[in-house]
């Protein structure tokens, strides 16, 4: 099993960046394909961007797609996600997690708030 702790969220203006981070525990991070996930207030969890387990083949969601870049460091075993240009509508718990239909258990998330 995989432990995942996100960190690096905050509050911004629109308009602003961020970079969260993900640290997972256990050698066998780097044989999984990792996305990043979201949830705002009276919302369910959404995908947000994945990337395969090498790094090599990266996917976005259409609200997010040219202004999030998602990125690994398997040596690490650690998962990013650089914020680009947030708009309100960003504002979520940020979490990170396995792409496919078998999940680790879930971390605490990073707030992220964009003020307009």
């Known amino acids: 099993q995989v432990q995942l702790v996100e960190s690096g969220g905050g509050l911004v203006q629109a308009g602003g960046s961020l970079r969260l981070s993900c640290a997972a525990s256990?050698?066998?991070?780097?044989?999984?394909?990792m996305g990043w996930f979201r949830q705002a207030p009276g919302k369910e969890r959404e995908f947000v961007a994945r990337?395969?387990?090498?790094?090599?083949?990266?996917g976005y969601a259409d609200s997010v797609k040219g202004r999030f870049t998602i990125s690994r460091d398997n040596v690490k075993s650690a998962l990013y996600l650089q914020m680009n240009n947030l708009k309100p509508e960003d504002t979520a718990v940020y979490y990170c997690?396995?792409?496919?239909?078998?999940?680790?258990?879930w971390g605490q998330g990073t707030q992220v708030t964009v003020s307009s």
């Open positions: 990337i395969n387990w090498s790094g090599t083949s990266t």
């Open positions: 997690n396995r792409d496919g239909p078998v999940t680790f258990t």
């Open positions: 256990g050698r066998t991070f780097s044989s999984y394909n």
